[in-house]
């Protein structure tokens, strides 16, 4: 997941316009899509909530009963910093976008207390 150098110079840009999310939020989010793309073993466009569900469990799978403090630290408290992320990603050129999506896609998906700690899948994450 971390192969930072050249790949990801397009960042640079979007952080210095926007410095709210670290440079790893930005490559967690393209990882977890690159994963939920493979998952479907179909290339097609996914939706906001769909994304912050593959975002909830590549955190799970990647970092464990540490997701949200890891996810908090880069800057990412909600499901709608997926989504601002997303369109920043968007904006840069990094993504596309249908005429449907919006940043309200990602919108209270799920709250990251319950889905990180009160409800922590203890033994059951792969």
């Known amino acids: ?17 926007d ?3 670290a440079r790893e939020a930005y490559v967690f989010i393209l990882d977890s899509l690159r994963s939920l793309i493979e998952s479907l073993q179909e290339a097609r466009h996914v939706s906001g909530r769909e994304l912050s569900d ?3 469990r590549r955190a799970l799978e990647l970092y464990g009963p540490l997701a949200r403090t890891v996810l908090e ?8 910093d ?3 992320i997303v369109f920043r ?3 840069a050129k990094q993504l596309t976008k249908t ?6 896609d990602f ?8 889905a990180f700690e009160k409800n922590y899948p203890w033994g059951k994450v792969s």
């Open 1 to 17: 997941m971390w192969d930072f150098p050249e790949k990801y110079d397009f960042l640079d840009e979007i952080i210095e316009n």
């Open 19 to 21: 410095p709210r999310y």
């Open 54 to 56: 593959g975002c909830r």
């Open 73 to 80: 630290y880069w800057g990412i408290k909600a499901t709608e």
């Open 82 to 84: 997926f989504g601002e």
């Open 89 to 91: 990603l968007i904006e």
């Open 99 to 104: 005429d449907q999506d919006s940043k309200q």
């Open 107 to 114: 919108k209270n998906v799920f709250n990251f207390e319950e």
